[in-house]
């Protein structure tokens, strides 16, 4: 946890001074102009399995080039193999910072903490638990006009280890995520 911290920091702390330089100032904007709002949602309908997944963020830029954020997710999944059907409510909360280092590429880092559901082998029985993760990547930005855009990444999970799978909430290290931002700045 301490190494995560410590990464976390390194990464804002890289961003905001590389973020200093006088073209990126965004001196003089509005706070309301600053705000960056946006996510993305998953929808899925099967034979085995339903699920929806909601994930707002809200950002504020801090240069051009530098947004510092929070995204929040809620996902329900329903398994019908079984009967009755077993539904799961997730949520999470994921504080992010992203650094555009050329032309819609950036880099991005975060902190997901995860409170989900899974079952605890005793038949239908379910329990909730708690998984934190510290997550970088990169990603692509295309700007939709003035003050929109569509995004793209790819994350890798360094908190991941494929020998905890039971309690893992995810199958793989790596999470990649699309979405639309509205407002702030895009470059």
């Given at each position: 946890?301490?190494?995560t911290v410590l990464l976390l920091f390194l990464v804002v702390?890289?961003?905001t001074v590389l973020a200093q330089g006088e073209d990126n100032s965004l001196k003089g904007v509005p706070f309301k102009e600053r705000i960056v709002t946006g996510?993305?949602?998953g929808l899925g309908f099967g034979n085995t399995q339903d699920f929806v997944s909601l994930s707002p963020i809200i950002g504020y830029s801090v240069t051009r080039k530098f947004l510092v954020g929070s995204g929040f997710t809620y996902r329900y999944?329903?398994?019908k193999l079984v009967t009755p059907s077993i539904s799961f409510n997730d949520y999470s909360i994921n504080p992010f910072a992203r650094f555009t280092i050329y032309k819609?590429?950036?880099v991005q880092t975060e902190f997901e903490h995860l409170n989900y559901q899974l079952l605890t082998g005793q038949g239908a029985e379910k329990t909730r638990r708690d998984y934190n993760s510290f997550l970088a990547g990169g990603g692509f930005i295309q700007p939709m006009g003035n003050r929109s855009s569509f995004f793209l990444m790819a994350l890798y999970n360094?908190?991941?280890?494929?020998?905890?799978?039971?309690y893992t909430p995810y199958q793989s290290p790596w999470v990649i995520r699309a979405g639309v931002n509205i407002g702030g700045f895009v470059f």
């Open positions: 946890m301490r190494t702390s890289v961003g996510g993305g949602f999944t329903r398994f819609g590429f950036f360094f908190s991941y280890t494929a020998s905890d799978a039971f």
